[in-house]
């Protein structure tokens, strides 16, 4: 139960602050798209698209309502998910997607590799330029996320099909299983489902 570690988050709304938030939030996404336009149009203006890598990616998701939830501080998917847009000269193919799993972490070694730079020792992420060349080649099992709010960690396996997910304070831990394929909106927690023992 998610009110269990997110007492004072969990505000109700009313209909129309619900529809006046979706509304902002979805005029912000022509209002990005037009500034991402803008840079890649002055890039080609100025003689630099050939020369220059473009990543576009953001920090976090957020939830509009889903799970009577706003803003973000979850480990459910809409918050954890987020996106990322990646165009190398002469290495990306034009308008091709990759399914497999990556994490904000792997930026930097990515951006290393690709700029011939050493990398330090202590960096968390992979690389994921051999993704760039080959989109659908096998990659990492799994993707991680830590959250912390109210007093409350949370951290989160999420594998291609299942997210696991633990909250734990000094008094309480709460856990999630979601079978992403069969409920990609995380509304059936299966942790306590004995089928899913192997999972968890």
């Known amino acids: 139960n998610y009110d269990i570690f997110n007492r004072g988050y969990h505000h109700p709304v009313t209909t129309e602050a619900a529809r006046r938030a979706v509304l902002a939030y979805y005029g912000c996404l022509p209002f990005i798209d037009a500034q991402i336009g803008l840079i890649l149009e002055t890039l080609e203006r100025q003689g630099l698209a050939d020369n220059t890598i473009v990543i576009i990616f953001s920090d976090h998701g957020f939830q509009l309502g889903e799970h009577g939830l706003w803003s973000k501080y979850t480990l459910f998917e809409q918050s954890t998910r987020v996106p ?10 034009k308008g091709a997607a990759c399914d497999e799993m990556v994490e904000l972490v792997d930026l930097v070694p990515t951006l290393c590799e690709l700029l011939n730079m050493p990398q330090a020792s202590n960096l968390e992420g992979t690389s994921f330029v051999p993704l760039l060349t080959r989109p659908g080649r096998p990659w990492k099992k799994a993707a991680f996320t830590i959250c912390s709010i109210a007093g409350h960690v949370g951290r989160s396996v999420r594998t291609k099909r299942f997210r696991y997910a633990e909250w734990r304070s000094k008094r309480s831990m709460a856990a999630e299983l979601y079978d992403l394929a069969a409920d990609p909106w995380e509304q059936n927690n299966l942790v306590s489902d004995p089928k899913h023992a192997e999972e968890v």
Request: hydrophobic share 40%.
């Open 84 to 93: 990322l847009l990646v165009r190398v000269p002469g290495t990306t193919t």
